[in-house]
């Protein structure tokens, strides 16, 4: 293992509340690897959680029990295990079938897949997080061996200069890449998005790999989602921005990219409950897992 600008250790007392939301997501993948059908197995995920990601976890799952009175909150632990699968086999398909070498996950949060997957020999995994939260993921995986070149990248996305710190961590440019921007783009302002993926485009040579989620903007607002982003609000790490169109917001910073929605086919994996309304009627929640790749420069 290869690591840059270590953090200080941290522990949960020491994150943010957004921090504190990649403790949640943890919780949800060791809720779903202990499952018998489960989507993946992520060994490391219960340890990562602790107490604290098992408290905000209870807190998400009391108001999104499936219910019978068409008011269904959605189910954030099938989604997030969709999500998790679906990205996995993305990464899979880059790295071992198109031959990509450099995947960054950017934030990782305490995303474990630089343990869990196998990596085609040669691939070098870029960790972009904040110091504390890198921190307490290292303290909790010190016994654990990276199966890649894992490389961390103390940084914020939001910062002015997360790119000179990622190539003095051993990130080429002008080498093909994968990045995943796996639950973040809802918790940034439209701009902010906007900024970071071209950003991220600037970086990157053509036909390199983009991955994301998404939600529209009808999930900010409709009655039957208040009960979720209540919680979030709650926590101080409200959702501020929605895409009903993905492939067009992608598409302006040099992506052409593929938008799935949980259910659809790709993006289902036999987990998603609820029915997939089709992209031409208004006034639906939407969530997208967004594909694609960056264009040569027209």
């Not at 068409?70 to 071992?96: C, K």
């Not at 990596?119 to 110091?131: A, H, K, N, S, V």
């Not at 709650?234 to 259910?263: H, K, M, N, R």
């Amino acid at each position: 293992m290869t690591t840059h600008q270590n953090p200080a250790t941290g522990d949960p007392a020491a994150l943010t509340a957004l921090e504190r939301t990649a403790l949640l997501t943890a919780a949800l993948r060791a809720a779903e690897t202990s499952r018998a059908d489960r989507l993946y197995t992520d060994p490391y995920a219960a340890g990562l959680a602790g107490s604290t990601g098992r408290a905000l976890l209870a807190e998400v799952a009391a108001v999104t029990g499936r219910r019978t009175d068409g008011q269904d909150v959605p189910s954030t632990p099938d989604f997030n295990a969709i999500r998790t699968r679906f990205l996995d086999d993305h990464l899979r398909h880059l790295t071992h079938e198109r031959g990509v070498r450099q995947v960054v996950l950017a934030p990782a949060g305490l995303d474990t897949r630089a343990w869990r997957l196998p990596w085609p020999d040669g691939t070098r995994l870029f960790e972009i997080d904040r110091p504390a939260l890198l921190g307490h993921k290292r303290e909790r995986l010190a016994e654990a061996t990276p199966r890649a070149d894992l490389r961390s990248v103390a940084a914020d996305l939001t910062g002015p200069d997360w790119e000179e710190t990622l190539r003095a961590s051993g990130y080429d440019p002008a080498r093909p890449s994968v990045w995943v921007l796996e639950g973040l783009l809802y918790y940034l302002p439209r701009d902010e998005v906007h900024r970071l993926l071209n950003r991220i485009a600037a970086c990157s040579t053509p036909g390199s790999g983009i991955a994301a989620d998404l939600v529209n903007s009808a999930a900010l607002t409709l009655p039957q989602m208040r009960p979720l982003l209540s919680v979030f609000e709650g926590w101080g790490t409200p959702w501020v921005s929605g895409f009903d169109e993905p492939e067009i917001l992608f598409d302006a910073c040099g992506y052409t990219v593929t938008a799935l929605q949980p259910g659809d086919e790709g993006a289902d994996f036999g987990r998603w409950p609820d029915p997939v309304p089709p992209r031409d009627v208004p006034g639906e929640r939407r969530v997208f897992f967004v594909h694609g790749s960056l264009r040569a420069p027209r």
